[in-house]
């Protein structure tokens, strides 16, 4: 049983950061990758980016530049943190743990 949980959501204005954080407990396997995906109102979840255990990133388009992910194996965590936010950014932010471990979210709004 792998628990995840995350932190560090709320509410910015446009141009804001944020830092998302995740802590993963339980049976885990630290050399799984690990990633930040999002799910806007009545939209599909979609993945915002990854980090293998050694370190090899992954982002989507629309967060290159913006986004930073990065993750510390010895305390089985990953954070995202996310500069010059844009109302189209909000969202719940999951984190996950491959192959299939997923947190409870935490909501993110931009928003003047």
């Known amino acids: 049983q792998v628990q995840l949980v995350e932190s560090g959501g709320g509410l910015v204005q446009p141009g804001g950061s944020l830092r998302l954080s995740c802590a993963a407990s339980?049976?885990?396997?630290?050399?799984?990758?690990m990633g930040w995906y999002r799910q806007a109102p009545g939209k599909q979840r979609e993945l915002v980016a990854l980090i293998t255990f050694g370190g090899t990133t992954n982002y989507a388009d629309f967060v290159k530049g913006r986004f930073t992910i990065s993750r510390d194996n010895k305390k089985n965590t990953v954070d995202l943190q996310m500069n010059s936010l844009k109302p189209d950014d909000t969202a719940v932010y999951y984190c996950?743990?491959?192959?299939?471990?997923w947190g409870q979210g935490t909501q993110v709004t931009v928003s003047s």
């Open positions: 339980g049976s885990i396997f630290s050399i799984n990758a």
């Open positions: 996950k743990l491959f192959p299939d471990s």
